[in-house]
């Protein structure tokens, strides 16, 4: 098999495109890491840098979480159009173990020693003195939570290395048909397992920082926003690939381009549908225990946030994606991907700052350090990845079907 047949120079292009993105990878993660140190040593508001390293972090789970979740996706449904496209995904899902160690300061400092007091349920007096935080208890607890922060990387990282090391083994002749249908296999089942764990690791690491709120529609929610994070990343990455030449000139086709498209589009309407159905069922049932934490966000500054993020999350993307047309053309692809990732930024501000930040947004260089870290070590790994493997599935036995792909 030729390696070199999918991809446009793909030994000096591609390697030279890593070698960019790399450095530029390496000058952000410089420039985070110093806006860190400078929060810590500086700013000294130990509390605030840490809700802003867990926007930054949730930030960097959503995107790596959600590839993943595109991979399988890709194997579940046994999908011939992506795999001309499956590789982004799997080099942005390959970074699990990277988002593994990155929580590991919230888990340090924000529960198990709790500097950061990112959680109130942390503090045992506060539960002991609110009834409905120590009905919670068995539940919200230092050593349960951090066992399952444990078991939900340990059984993401399993998934992600299997599924991402086997299609590097089919780049090098080995597997073949028998590995795409394993995978196709065990794809059905991490699809339960994904489901549960990032339910559950949302309550654990956004719901839980307001305890006394609850949302049985929130799994559901950070889900919906990343999924369409994940497509946009994708559209991002395919894109940045063609129009650089590291692809094979045509390998990426119109029809690609609206599949990649009405995709975005499709996730973007879904999110909407989940973000009013969570928010209608606390308006209208109207109580007290609920609607709070709606009330919170639609007061005072944070109001002009809430409108800011129905515009971007949605108004704007479905208008401009609606037809046909949209969906094919580079420059609306990209400039609606770079929206939805900006979207995502705005919807997780949203949900951890009013914890912090009550009177309203607040956005310094204490905040953006950690996002700028994150976004840094992403764009390494990707670099990394990328200058050692093919930036298109080549071992894939549907390659070829794939290339040649209609509607």
């Known amino acids: 098999m030729n390696v ?9 292009a591609t390697a030279a495109g890593a070698g ?32 802003a390293y867990l926007w930054g972090y949730a930030f960097l789970w959503v995107v790596v979480l959600g590839s993943l979740f595109l ?18 995904a799997e080099m942005v899902a390959a970074a699990t173990g990277i988002a593994a160690v990155l929580f590991l300061p919230i888990l340090l400092f924000g529960v198990l020693t709790n500097p950061f007091r990112l959680f109130p349920w942390v503090d045992e ?59 196709r296999r065990l794809a059905a089942p991490f699809m339960l397992l994904f489901a549960l764990t990032v339910t559950f690791a949302s309550f654990d690491w ?35 690939l063609r129009d650089t030449g590291r692809l094979e000139p045509g390998l990426i086709t119109e029809d690609h381009l609206y599949n990649l498209g009405a995709w975005l589009f499709a996730w973007t309407c879904f999110w909407a549908y989940i973000a009013f159905s969570q928010y209608m069922l606390i308006w209208y049932g109207n109580l007290p225990e609920e609607t709070f ?80 870290l994150m976004i840094g070590v992403l764009f390494v790994c990707v670099a990394r990845f990328l200058s050692r493997h093919a930036p298109v599935a080549i071992g894939d036995p549907l390659l070829e079907e794939s290339k040649h792909f209609h509607l």
């Open 206 to 240: 956004l719901m839980s920082l307001e305890p006394r709120w609850y949302s049985t529609m929130f799994g559901v929610y950070v889900f919906s926003g990343m999924a369409v994070t994940a497509f946009a990343v994708l559209t991002i990455g395919v894109l940045w």
């Open 125 to 183: 007096h506060l539960v002991h003195s609110d009834h409905r935080l120590f009905k919670k208890a068995l539940y919200l607890n230092v050593p349960f939570f951090s066992a399952r922060a444990v078991f939900f990387f340990a059984l993401w990282g399993a998934f992600a290395f299997y599924f991402v090391r086997t299609s590097l083994r089919q780049d090098r002749g080995q597997g073949g048909a028998e590995a795409t249908a394993r995978m």
């Open 4 to 12: 070199m047949d999918p991809t446009a120079n793909a030994g000096v």
């Open 293 to 372: 934490y709606l009330v919170h966000r639609l007061d005072g500054g944070w109001w002009f946030v809430s409108v800011a993020l129905a515009l971007v999350r949605f108004v704007v993307p479905f208008l401009v994606l609606l037809s046909r047309t949209a969906k094919t053309k580079t420059g609306i692809l990209w400039v609606m991907a770079v929206l939805v990732l900006l979207g995502q930024l705005l919807d997780l501000y949203w949900l951890i700052m009013p914890q912090f930040h009550n009177a309203g947004p607040v956005l310094g260089w204490q905040e953006l350090g950690p996002l700028v």
């Open 20 to 51: 960019r993105l790399g450095r530029v990878g390496a000058v952000l993660l410089a420039v985070g890491a110093a806006t860190c140190a400078a929060a810590l040593l500086v700013d000294r508001d130990v509390q605030r840098f840490g809700f």
């Open 71 to 88: 991979v399988m996706l890709h194997h579940l449904a046994h999908a011939v159009w992506s795999v001309v496209v499956r590789r982004v």
